[in-house]
């Protein structure tokens, strides 16, 4: 399973460190990243971490803001977010193999609330 703590309510400009702890599988072995979902907006892919060598893809919209940080040996995942802005609030999930770095989303997280005031 994976489980992902940090959210909260952050003014904008500031940042939040998202931590996602997977269990009962070896996080090495799939790609890993980020997604969020605001409502009444689509579900949106941030950013992921390829198994084979660590490679990292972003969206467009958190390009340079937002790095997602493997950590193989903690079987862990962060998600550090800087300079937010309030388009940013949603619900983040983390999830094995997203696309581009795996076939898909497989395995999601109960997902934790951020909220960025303005």
């Known amino acids: 399973q994976l489980v992902e703590s940090g959210g909260g309510l952050v003014q904008a400009g500031g940042s939040l460190r998202l931590t996602c702890v997977a269990s009962?599988?070896?996080?090495?072995?799939?790609?890993i990243g980020w997604i969020r979902q605001a409502p009444a907006k689509p579900r949106e892919g941030l950013g992921c971490s390829r198994s084979s060598d660590g490679r990292t893809y972003y969206a467009d919209s958190v390009e340079g803001r937002f790095t997602v940080i493997r950590d193989n040996e903690k079987n862990t995942v962060y998600l550090q977010m800087n300079n937010l802005k309030p388009g940013d609030s949603a619900t983040y999930y983390c999830v094995t193999d997203p696309q581009p770095c795996g076939h898909g989303a497989d395995l999601w997280g109960q997902g934790t609330q951020v909220i960025v005031s303005p």
């Open positions: 009962g599988f070896t996080l090495g072995h799939y790609g």
